[in-house]
Structures are given as C-alpha cells and as structure tokens.
C-alpha cells in the first residue's frame, strides 16, 4: 500500500533509495504565507549529516536540499512543497558483497521476501539516509509553530545514562559535544565509550529524550489520534527504535494512583507532571516529554557468518562506513518527527470548535 | 478532525459515551465471505466485561453487541457491519459530582479546554467503556486470520514480575485466573496484591506483554505504516498507557551490536530474537513480541483536592464504582488492537506484488 | 476496502441494507458548540421519506433519526455523532423471488460477482435506502455553514423541462408542489406525466438542479480535491446518476472563448457566472449551480426476461412498492450531499493560511 | 489540506508549478515486480506534449520525465516512485504583465483571495502543467493493467460532432491526426476549425470520448467510492472541465426505465449497455464508456478588459503561447486518469474476499 506518507493535514511523502541518483519528497498541505528560513532548514540537515564528527560514520554526504516548488519570492504560497537532496557519494561498489546476503538484523530478509525484488545498494529504500527527507520537513514544521519549542538530547549511551531530571539541563549545551548530551561530564563518558566500541568494530544502543515546551493546551485528537499515540508511532517509524515512552512510563507500571496522580494548581497547571502533558490524548499545557529507545546498529565491522538467498551459510563482514552509535545523528530526526505530529494537531485544533 | 476511526483497508469507526444511549461502531472493509462465529465475539466481550472478578470494578454491564449489518444468513456480506453495545447500567448520579469538578490526571480538563463543553458522566468519551467497540472489531479481526495466534497476558502488577520467559508459559492458563497471568503463582501474588490495593481505596500500574505466533513473512509497509510503529501506536491509543517496546526494548539499549544482531538458520529463521519477530517494519516470521505499560487508574476511593471549572479548590472523593488495576481487563482490548492492525497489513500484503 | 465513508475533516461512515435491522452511520469531526436542532434534522428526512405523495412509493417508513452519541444537552460536544434509523417496514416476502434472481439494470449481478455473496432483500446495501443516512449527516452539516444557501429543485423530467434561469425562480415554492419544481404549471405537467408513466408500470428519469449562494470566497482545494470534483463525485455517488455538469457544462463545450469568459466587476464579482462559481477548483463567491442527470427507475410493474444465477432465462415482475420517478426524493439527497462537500471545505480553509 | 494526492492503494502525490524549476510526484503503492517500460511513459508525455502540432501552443517543452526511485534494474521494487520533469522553456517575461492583474476565467483572483499569495507566472500551480504529472502517473498504472484497453479521443469541437457511436470506431486512428478524432472527415472538419477560431484569437470548447474495454467485472467500492464517481471525479479535476456523463448520460434522463434496462444475456453480459458498463457503482464486464465537456480557453490573444489586485479596471492581451482547443492533448490525460482509477480499484479488489 501507499506507505511513505506521514500526517494528516501537514503531508509528507517521500521516495528514494541510498544509493539512487536522489531522494525527496513533496510537503503538502502547508500554510500559505510563511516566509521560510532555507537555511534554518539545511541548518537541521547539518546535525543529521553524516561526517559531522569522529563518532559517526566518515560518509561524506553535502546533503543540500532543494526546494522546487510551493515557495514563491520566499513565502509559502499554499501549493505542494517539493524536494530533491541528491546522492552524491555513492559508494555503491561497497555494498556489491551484499547483492545476495541478508546481513543479520536488517531488512534485506524481510524486503526480499515481501516484495521478490530489492536494490540491495546500501539498504536501498530501508537506509537511514530516508530520515533527511524527514528532518527538511521536521524543519519547515517547527518554522510552522515557531512559539512551541522541542529539544531533543542523547539520555544514554549503553550503560552511560544522564544523571539530572531534564528540567535541571541547560538544553543549549546540547550541540556542544558530538553526542549531543547537554550534561558535559557524562557526554565525555558516552563519546569515550562509543571510541572504544567502535576500535572493536562493535556498536552500542541508546536513549533519546525529548521535551516539548510552551505547548497550547487542547493539541491531540481523541480517539485514534491521540498526541502521545502519534508521537509515539512517529518514533517508532525511525531506524532502529524498539521502544517508546512518555511521562512515568514504564516505570510508572509500578506506581500507586496516590502517588502517580497530578494535582492541580488553580491555574489549571498540574504540581507534578507524571502525566507527561497529555491527558486523555490531548496536550494539558505542562512539558511533553518521552524517551525513546535506540538498538545497537546492525552492521558491525566484524566477520559474521549469515545466509544468501538460496540459504547457503556464507561469512560476511561489514566494510561500508558506519555509524558506531545512531543517537547522536538520530537528535534531530526525533525533533523533526515530533514537530510533524504537533503540527499536525495544530492546524486540525483550528477546527475543532465552531 | 474526524479522528475515530483505526485502520487503512480494515477500518474501525466507532461512537459512543461511557453515559449515553449507547456505544458502537462501523467494521469497515471486512472481506465477504466469513461466516462470522458471533459467539466468539461475545465471548471476548465478555472478557472485558466488569464485574467479572473481584478484583475488577462491580459494574454489572451485559455488553451484548448486536450486529444491524454486512452480516446476512451467518456470513459477512463484504459491506460495512454496524453494530451497537447499548448501555444498561448508567448511574449517572454518581457522576453528578463531576460536573464542574475536573478530576486529577484525567482529561476532564484537557476536553473542557479544548471543546468547551463535555459530557461529564463517567468520562463521557474518554470512558475505556470506548474499548469495548475494539474488542468487537478485534474478535472479527481475529476470525479473519485465524491461523495467526495472539496471546497477551498481565506480565506485572505494580512490583511484581512475572519470572519466565514467554517460551516456557503456558498460554491455556492466562484465562485461568483473574489477573489473567499464566505463571499460576505469580498470578496469587498479583491478585493478593489488588486486593490490598483496594482496600486502601488506591490503584496500582502493571505491563501486560502480547505474543503474536504464526505470522506470515511480510506483514507491514515501510515506511510510515512500520508493523511495529502500528503495533505501538495501537497499544498507545488504550487509556491509561503510557510506554511500548518490542523484542529487546529499552534493554536492547544497553547492548551491543554483536550482542544484539539475530543470526540466521538456513530456513531463514534466527537463532535468537531480539528483533521480535519484525526487521524493517515487516515480519520476519519469528514470534512477534511486545509490552505494554500501564499506570495506576486515575480514581482513587480517596479524598483528593481539586479544581474546578472556576479554578476554586474543591475536595472529591471517586464514589462510582472502579478498577482498582487495569490489566486484567486489558488484556483483551490489547489483543483486539493486535488483531485489528495484523489483519490491516494481511489485506494489504495482498496488492504488494504484481 | 473501506470506503462507507464520505468526506476528509467532516466524514460520514454509513452501514445498513434495505432490510436489515437498522440503517445509521456515524459523523465524524463535527465542530463542538453547534446547538443541533433536531427537529430539521427529522423535516430534512421526512423529505425524503417514501410515502409522501402519489407520485413516490407507497412504502411508510416513519424513517425517525435517534442519535445515540455526540450531542449533551443539545450540544455537539466534537465527539463522534452515532446515529441509527430503524427499518420498521421490511416487507422482505416482497422480494423472496429475488432471491437467485439479477435484475436488469440493478446491481444485483455485479454484487453477486464481486462478493460472491450478497443480500438480495430490496437490494440490501446497493437500495436507496442508504441515502436516508446521507440525509441525516446533510442537515448537520447544512447547520454548521447555515450562512450558505443551498437550494436543490426538480428541472425536468422526461422532455418536460423548466422555462426560467434560476435566477427568475422563486425557491420557497420547491417544496409547494410533490415534484419539488419552483415553476408552477411545470410542476403540474410533470407530476402529470409520473402519473401516466405509473400507470403503465414505467417509470421515467428527470435532472436536478443545485444553486449555492451566499459562498464565501475560497472554498475548494485545488489539486485533486477541487470543489467541483467533489460536488460531481458527491453526486454521482447518489443512485441512479449518469451525469454531473456546472457552470455551462456541456453547453459551454460548443462556445468559444470570448463568449465563455466572466468579465470583472470592480469589486471581484462576475458581470456574467458561466464558470459557476468556482475557478481553478475554488469557489469565486458568486452562485455555484450544478445539474445532476438522474436515470429511470430499473424496477417496473411489467413482465421482463432475465436471468437467475445459473444463466437460465426467468420472467421477473416488480412486485414491491417503487418510485416511478426518483427526481421528488432525491432532492433533499442532493442538497444533503452539497452541504457535505461544503462543510468539509468550509473548515479546510481555517488551515490555508498561517 | 494537503490535497496534491490521487487514489488510494496507488497513490499519486504531485507538486510543480508552470514556471519553477521541475515539477514532478511520487507514485506510492505501486505493485513489486513490474518491468516498467520507460519508453512507454515518455511516448504518453509525448502525447501530451506542447508543439507536437499546427493546433496546440507553439510552447517547446521537452516534457522529459526522470525516474529518481522505486526502479532497479528495470523493474518496479514496490518503494515509491519518484520522478521529476524539468521546466526547461520558462519564458517568466511572456508572464510579467500578469503579476498585479486577475486574468478573467481564471484562477488568479481565486487563490490571491484564498492564500494572499500566489505564483502569478504562466498559472503557476493552477496551470495544466501539472497534468504532465498525471500522464506520467497514468502511463505506469496502465502498464499494471496491460489487459485493459483504454481508447479516448475527440468527440467534438464547438458544434462539430462524430457521427458514429464508438462501436463503429477504429480506435487506430486516433494518433493519426492532429486532433485525434477517428473519423477522419469530422477530425478534417474540427482541425480546419480550430485553425479558424486561433487566427481571430479566440478559442473553443468539445468533448472527449473515453471508452474502456476488457474490464473484469467487480471494479468499483460502495457507497462512496463508486466507479463512476471516481471516474467522475478524476475527469472533473482535469483543467477546463465543465461536465462528465457516463452510460447513457443526460440523454437518460428523457427515457423511460422500459427503453433504459439493459437486458441480460445467458452468459451475463447484457444486450444493451445504456448502463455504461457500471451497475451500483461496480463495472459488470460490458464497456465502461464516458464523455467529459471542456470548455473554451480562457486565455484569448485578444484584448480584454479586468481588474487588478487594487480593483482597478486594466486592460489585458494574452502574450503566451496558449492552446486554442484543449481537447487534443487532452486526450492522453482523460486515459491517464481513468487508469489511475482503474489500477486503484484493481488492487483493491484483491482484498475484496477471503
């Protein structure tokens, strides 16, 4: 079916593989009228790129977005918003060792049996490299809803995990280290070991966290599009994410009502905020924040034994340029994702009342 | 926006007040030709019905589903079904107390700020009397891919985990007690535990974990409708839930990447399953597996400060009549959301190749 | 697939046959605030109700709408409006003689082929009776844009065909006369003629005109979403119609470019309004008009050869209680299905601009 | 809303305007496994395509169409399909005396008003450029399809009509004149006209004829997604439609249902086809057989009186290269759009039992 579309009211849908001559996509349903930052927006694809830093992956991808359609003399003009980042450091005589492998953990099984057909270059269609197209839309949303402000930041690496509760961070250091953790000591920690898995030729998991603030009450749609649901499937659609959870979370399974419930102030603002900013799928006004969790990258820089697609047992081992770690590179495609769905409520919240 | 309705080419569309007339729902683009077992249906309704044990509220509602449509001489008729639960046993009196009063962590507020009006009674629509209609929609779902076996159950209650893993349970026995945890002695404790709870007028969270066997290679579209993006946003969209992850999860962070990566047997199988049965959105065939977290429901038989629609303090004390834990009664609804999105992706999976 | 549903930001999803239960549908995203007047609602669908005059079937339906969610204390409260209609007059020993048997013109072959199974009792899903849900959905949509005008009358039937434009029509007199046509003398040659055709056992197709005033400028969404695409689909989704033209439609084919263009008045207003109303699929405030072709009726009080389900030749008569013409009735279908349209373009626009 | 999106299992989403830099779309859902002939796509573009004769704009548009995703090795992958044209002949001062004034007809004053800004050179998203998109779209779906026929051609010019029904048509000679009449005489006669109407600098309206053979019966969704309505709507959201009929049309309306049923055959089939291969919104086999009213171009090489943005009355003269009748390159985009139609309910009928 026609998959590659995100939203409801603000549309993105892309197209394009790793190693084809270029990926995009089309933004559609746009406001008309917004004077768009075009360097806010290759500003985000700069913290996703790869190469940016010694603990990601030493591709060298310029990953310059053009825009062809749907802006006008600078402002949006309420047409269709089209797209194009062109491939341009293709390696693709890197991945011929793959053309009939199914590398552990990745897609190439599941994509060859589904479909009888894949473009094994890089993962085709099933690469990472799908989330620039993400984070140039992530970008024109958060353009959209300048006054709601989301940051997102690595909360762990492997064991390494940030000690202070997120309202204690001072969210501008977020950018200052590669790992993208604003708690500086521990983000030399995380960096530290990501060096030392990656001389291994290993790779190692980790968290996101990501706070929304200054959210106008009433965002979210009751009864299958609840905020937190939407966030929550936006997350989960990203590379590698085995897991979701906002407010108490998990950890709020082993909690008592007594102690798990907000209580309000007069203003309407609650003294805890366990529920995360989201009562029954609609945004309260208090910070939104979830965590979401991250796997260890699947291609390792080690000999693994595996199958072809007649089911031989053939060795394989990774020899691309790869990411030790994705959390760093994955901040802000969890921002753009989350600025997609908030978006999304913000222009349907205006027809919610007569 | 019209957003009561789950699903792409099976769809759900449902309607209803925990207070009003009555509850139900459109089944959408269910395939002709299915001799419908209506009392299987029933019986899963059942499941979910209160006042089944005593350790789940003592409403005593029937929630006989009657069907008005797409169902003629046994067999579905490949047009829409209509059905409605109506709703015998509203005391709305209880709730005449709710009026103004905006009740801690529910979203009482959130709906009053962002409609401005809102059926007070019992949580209007925000009632998981709602989930009823999924589980009516979910056990047609299940008969549609009956060959695909979903079995969730209660894996903890507040502190107390459930020991094995799922490999060694015996799924025959969820149903066996109340809690509906298969690991018999656990379940004791659970169950005790409730009890306790209860008595103490509070509330208690808990996780149930849903294992789905038998599926077909192939489920799932990439790369906005992810099988476990769906699977996630399902769960999500249940009230009182607050996190998901599947396969490895929040633990599968802490490893590395040659720790973590399922390698394969000759039939295309994998050794381990970290994966949880879906590489790249889609299945793989393995077991699909995943948990689900809940918080402590929200009414406590307690004193509590509030406010209401004024912003004065105002006491309250829950006097209806509520679970002291959700899980054993969602365990149901968290299969029917299952069965709901794994039939979406089987229809779907049929238009995939030419 | 699913496709019981109407509309994007405003969506009707409808169930019911002919003889089943009970026909009804759900109205999703529905503004909150509109005090619905119920009473209109009930008028607009004794409109359409069998039985009103000589020249329509002689069926009595009471075709009484009860809303079972949605509405608190007179309110929309933007939840999802369910709604059900009861059939109280399902002579279904009528139609035992359909059983096996395809009537000519009428959908029962296709229904048979695609579904392999079907219900054969007045049609089932495929009867008009549908149409009363559409019915309900209109006059609430019609109460969300009541600024809007819309007027549907009977333009012909058969040869016989109103004289004056429609500016020159006096719409309070649509509904002075059982055929709905603001001419008078008109009015009583066609009703004549249904007279004479119902005695034959014939029946006889007719054309319905729509004019929309008092529009505000902008409705419409172009690319594929255009206001008058969606009229057109909205139209011919009612049954028995073979045409959609607006504007001077198939006239306009034979003109030539200046004589076809609308010159400006100073104020943005049309001297002449060949267009319709509507430029580049969105509405330029001046009248919108649309003429819907209707066939005859299939179901005749004759002898006809047919076939059964086997291949073998049958002789069939229509024994049930039919329309000889569906123009009366299908007014208010119209107007219902143009309010629709409207409504879903009307909140839309609150999301064109920033 | 975004509204640049076509179809629901094949999803064509577009973006583009007149005079930017490419236009362009994603095709989504189409199948896996299809050997994509890309001659075949540019020969309909070619068709399509601005110059190709004495009677269309004198505009030189390559029209060359690249595919960026979703082909490897020369089949189809079952990832979206990407692709881009070029705008390579943008004369943007043919369009500078347009940047202020509301050319009558036309679009401009409806999207000024609607968005407060718009691409004012050559039409910009309003202009049939945008088709090429479609015809790109429409050349896969009818390669996915390959068994249907698909067969549209001029019908008429003004008041110059074909004489033959379409039974008697040699759909060969349709590509053998600039106006792609297969009645050579009348296509003689259209040609001559239309040289006519251009030397005065006017233009002129006609129809397109479309007829589809080889249908498998069963095509097509109740209610609301109905085969003709989707037909309907598709033509209906072509540039400069006024009108849409199918079957016995308008012409319908006048007759009785004793003349109007189509009688059956033994085998099915039917001895008439006044239905226009469609029963209830499903095809049943015959020929599907519609006609679609253009009207005359509204951009006259003559001068005319308008209005500015200020309300001013300004005189105007068309400058561009502009078409004096659409029909004959409109002919390949009625064909690409009634075969999105079809592949869509195609794919959709495979769903449609279990």
């Known amino acids: 079916m026609a998959s590659n579309t995100f939203g409801n009211l603000l549309k993105l849908t892309t197209f394009g593989e790793s190693h084809g001559?270029?990926?995009?996509?089309?933004?559609?349903?746009?406001?008309?009228?917004?004077?768009?930052?075009?360097?806010?927006?290759?500003?985000?694809?700069?913290?996703?790129?790869?190469?940016?830093?010694?603990i990601v992956t030493a591709r060298k991808e310029p990953d310059e977005v053009q825009f062809l359609s749907g802006v006008f003399e600078g402002k949006t003009t309420g047409t269709s918003i089209g797209f194009v980042i062109q491939n341009t450091n293709q390696k693709s005589k890197d991945y011929?060792?793959?053309?009939?492998?199914?590398?552990?953990?990745?897609?190439?099984?599941?994509?060859?049996?589904?479909y009888g057909v894949r473009d094994h270059r890089g993962g085709g269609r099933t690469s990472a490299r799908e989330t620039a197209n993400w984070v140039v839309a992530g970008a024109v949303a958060k353009q959209l809803i300048s006054q709601i402000k989301i940051n997102a930041f690595t909360s762990s690496v492997g064991e390494i995990t940030i000690n202070k509760p997120y309202q204690d961070l001072d969210f501008s250091l977020i950018e200052s280290n590669a790992i993208r953790c604003p708690e500086q000591d521990v983000a030399e920690d995380m960096i530290q070991h990501i060096k030392e898995?990656?001389?291994?030729?290993?790779?190692?998991?980790?968290?996101?966290?990501?706070?929304?603030?200054?959210?106008?009450?009433?965002?979210?749609?009751?009864?299958?599009?609840?905020?937190?649901?939407?966030?929550?499937?936006?997350?989960?659609?990203?590379?590698?994410?085995?897991?979701?959870?906002?407010?108490?979370?998990?950890?709020?399974?082993?909690?008592?009502?007594?102690?798990?419930?907000?209580q309000f102030n007069q203003d309407g603002s609650t003294k805890t905020n366990l529920s995360g900013g989201i009562q029954g799928g609609v945004s309260n006004g208090m910070d939104i924040y979830f965590r979401v969790a991250f796997k260890p990258v699947a291609t390792l820089i080690q000999k693994q034994d595996t199958i072809d697609s007649e089911g031989n047992v053939v060795e394989m081992q990774g020899r691309g340029r790869h990411d030790p770690c994705v959390v760093p590179r994955a901040v802000p495609i969890v921002e753009a994702m989350a600025a997609l769905v908030l978006v999304d409520f913000y222009l349907l919240d205006k027809t919610t009342k007569i």
């Open 197 to 262: 898995i990656k001389k291994q030729g290993d790779t190692i998991g980790g968290t996101i966290t990501c706070v929304i603030q200054n959210v106008p009450v009433g965002l979210g749609e009751p009864i299958f599009n609840k905020l937190h649901a939407e966030l929550g499937k936006a997350m989960l659609s990203i590379n590698a994410v085995k897991g979701f959870e906002y407010g108490s979370g998990f950890c709020g399974t082993k909690m008592k009502g007594s102690e798990h419930n907000d």
């Open 21 to 54: 001559a270029a990926i995009g996509g089309v933004i559609d349903g746009c406001p008309a009228g917004l004077e768009l930052d075009l360097e806010a927006v290759q500003a985000e694809l700069n913290r996703r790129r790869p190469g940016q830093s010694a």
């Open 96 to 114: 011929t060792h793959n053309v009939d492998v199914f590398r552990p953990s990745h897609a190439d099984y599941t994509y060859n049996k589904k």
